[in-house]
């Protein structure tokens, strides 16, 4: 019994366990350089921790207007639309919930701005943003939910604004969610079993005495 118990323990139990590399920096302020008012980055470029250009280019903006969180944040359009992309461990079968906050650069149209996210696995997430007039950016949040297929998954942003004046992005997290259904059911099951152990624990005590 007490062997049965420790392996339910130890099920239940592995959901939970932390994920070895966590995703990081998601407001965008650690970098190998300060962008001053901002920097162009091109595709393929590392500069700024645990992200990849992986298409066209973004602008780094320092003081150019505000951050949502911090001090820097992403225009995801520099000279033409880009995308960037973090790949962090997961747990397969698990929902994970991606929260954002999205503004849009206002120097020159269009008056809305367009981006879309995507993870490993996932289904293809569309965000807009009306545009700002500097140095004031409003910034909206959204969310975008996805269920890991794997050990690992890459997370995505794509501006869909193919000018040098796109979706202003920051204030990127990561939360895991609720075990899928079932793991519940097994969660539950366990619980359950548990539960009558003890209740009939009790009951043989109780005759004895």
Request: proline share 4%; no cysteine; net charge negative.
């Amino acid at each position: 019994m007490k062997a049965f118990l420790l392996a339910l323990a130890t099920t239940v139990a592995l959901p939970a366990v932390a994920d070895a590399q966590a995703f990081t920096n998601g407001s965008f302020e650690t970098a190998n350089f300060d962008p001053g008012a901002f920097t162009q980055l091109e595709a393929g470029s590392t500069a700024i921790a645990g992200w990849f250009i992986d298409s066209g280019s973004i602008d780094y903006v320092g003081n150019y207007w505000n951050a949502s969180n911090g001090v820097r944040s992403i225009d995801m359009s520099g000279g033409v639309a880009g995308s960037i992309s973090q790949t962090f461990d997961t747990v397969a079968g698990r929902a994970y919930t991606v929260s954002f906050d999205l503004g849009g650069n206002g120097d020159s149209g269009p008056a809305t701005k367009t981006l879309d996210v995507l993870a490993t696995g996932g289904v293809l997430g569309s965000f807009s943003a009306p545009a700002s007039t500097r140095p004031n950016i409003d910034y909206t949040s959204f969310t975008y939910s996805f269920v890991a297929s794997g050990t690992s998954t890459t997370l995505s942003f794509l501006s869909t604004t193919n000018t040098a004046f796109g979706p202003i992005l920051d204030n990127v997290a990561v939360s895991g969610a609720v075990p899928e259904p079932a793991t519940w059911g097994l969660m539950i099951l366990g619980f359950g079993f548990i539960g009558g152990s003890l209740r009939q624990r009790r009951r043989d005590v109780a005759a004895i005495a």
